[in-house]
């Protein structure tokens, strides 16, 4: 199994250019997240979801969007970068609520 | 307020020592904990997941255990080696919700 899938792997953008971060696992899983990680700052939790359809706001959701329209897929916008949107981002899943959680490799963003 | 600290931020240590790692938490009502590894430009690796009704789980030189009671989960690494040089993470999943909060982490250096 490949587990969960990000892409791209690396992205450069220019301030107010927009991207689409995806998110894919082909484990079956229900809850599927979305983090950013900054030095000093830890993981943060943009946007979540717990099922097809459904998503929900995390800690830090202003700027970004999401989706998911196939259970297996959640996707992370950017419509307008800005530089401190500048990260690493992670996205993950689990089965279930209260089950162990597996991340994908992560996205290293750089806005100039 | 829940938060986790993690203690120390980075830690140093030859090879061959037998060392703890700390996870400390202000509310106790978490449904389960999961120990993970972080190499430098990777995604988090799951290393261990210990229920609440749990004391501890092992795996190989790896041994987390939880004391609900005072806040506390420890992660022993017998043993060490090099290639155990990375940052590990706990991350607590509170009943409430399934909720997720994370540490900021321990950076551990095995010297040769």
């Known amino acids: 199994n490949a587990g969960v899938t990000q892409t791209p792997k690396f992205r450069v953008l220019k301030t107010g250019q927009s991207m689409t971060l995806l998110c894919a696992q082909d484990m079956n899983h229900e809850y599927m997240y979305w983090y950013r990680q900054d030095p000093g700052m830890g993981l943060r939790l943009i946007h979540y979801?717990?099922?097809?359809?459904?998503?929900a706001k995390g800690e830090v959701p202003d700027g970004y969007n999401v989706s998911r329209l196939k259970k297996q897929n959640f996707l992370l916008g950017l419509e307008s970068a800005a530089p401190s949107q500048t990260s690493v981002y992670f996205c993950a899943s689990r089965e279930r609520k209260y089950e162990k959680l597996f991340f994908g490799s992560g996205t290293q963003l750089s806005v100039l | 307020k829940q938060e986790v600290t993690q203690i120390p931020a980075a830690l140093s240590v030859p090879e061959g020592e037998n060392l703890v790692l700390n996870c400390s938490f202000t509310?106790?009502?978490?449904?389960?904990l999961q120990w993970f590894r972080q190499d430098p430009g990777k995604g988090l690796t799951s290393l261990l997941l210990?229920?609440?009704?749990?004391r501890e789980q092992t795996s190989g030189r790896l041994n987390a255990s939880l004391d609900k009671s005072s806040g506390r989960s420890t992660l022993y690494i017998a043993a060490s080696q090099p290639g155990d040089s990375a940052t590990y993470l706990c991350a607590l999943i509170y009943n409430q919700g399934g909720k997720l909060i994370f540490g900021q982490g321990t950076e551990l250096s095995v010297k040769p």
């Open positions: 979801s717990v099922g097809e359809g459904t998503t």
């Open positions: 509310d106790s009502a978490i449904y389960n």
């Open positions: 210990i229920q609440s009704s749990q």
